[in-house]
């Protein structure tokens, strides 16, 4: 089915670990972006890149990093992973006409 | 700046209820203008969209229309089911930057039978 996964699901790290986050879209979209999830805040952007090659900060943005690493791939890393880092994660592709499509998440504790 | 601001919630509701979700905006220019929805453990999904003044989008019996004049897209539904329970979003794209996104802070739904 075409979509944008990402993986894992879930996701526990102790304080100053890190990971990486992934993301790939099948529906040749040219933008790509992730997003984080809190209680009563909303999304907020913290990275996004308009197309393969290009990368830019959101929102939010401390503590993260990107990789476009072609243009069905965008990850997300966390270098040392902080407790004010737990989140539900999205990652979304866009096309201008029909807008965001969102994987599913990526729910990250941080203890 | 741009910004949406949406009704808080949780809105609670029973079953065939009319159901509006307020949401307004803060735009340079004529934005276009999204409701977007998230069921428990799962991402956003797209709505409905209107990409113009006076436009009316509408999907699964949900309406909402783009009035310029109150800078407000509300959503509503003439009948909620249990189904529809869920998060709302209202959202907007610059007309120039596609990429720049701006998100309402959600509605949550609850539908009672």
């Known amino acids: 089915n075409a979509g944008v996964t990402q993986t894992p699901k879930f996701q526990v790290l102790k304080t100053g670990q890190s990971m990486t986050l992934q993301c790939a879209q099948d529906?040749?979209?040219?933008?790509m972006y992730w997003y984080r999830q809190d209680p009563g805040m909303g999304l907020r952007l913290i990275y996004y890149?308009?197309?393969?090659?290009?990368?830019d900060k959101g929102e939010v943005p401390n503590g993260y990093n990107v990789s476009r690493l072609n243009k069905r791939e965008f990850s997300l890393r966390l270098e040392s992973a902080a407790p004010s880092q737990t989140s539900v994660y999205f990652c979304?592709?866009?096309?201008?006409?029909?807008?965001?499509?969102f994987g599913s998440g990526t729910r990250l504790t941080v203890v | 700046g741009n910004s949406v601001t949406q009704m808080e919630g949780p809105v609670t509701l029973s079953e065939e209820a009319f159901l509006t979700i307020n949401c307004t905006y803060t735009a340079t220019g004529y934005p276009s203008l999204f409701w977007y929805v998230q069921y428990p453990g799962e991402g956003l999904q797209l709505l409905l969209k209107?990409?113009?003044?006076?436009d009316k989008g509408s999907n699964k019996g949900f309406e909402a229309t783009y009035r310029k004049e109150t800078t407000s897209f509300h959503l509503e539904k003439g009948s909620v089911q249990v189904s529809d329970s869920a998060v709302y979003f209202c959202?907007?794209?610059?007309?120039?930057?596609?990429?720049?996104?701006?998100f309402g802070s959600g509605t949550k739904l609850n539908v009672k039978p």
């Open positions: 209107a990409t113009k003044a006076d």
């Open positions: 890149s308009a197309s393969e090659g290009t990368t």
């Open positions: 529906m040749n979209h040219n933008s």
């Open positions: 959202a907007l794209s610059e007309v120039y930057n596609f990429n720049k996104f701006y």
């Open positions: 979304a592709s866009s096309d201008k006409n029909y807008g965001y499509t």
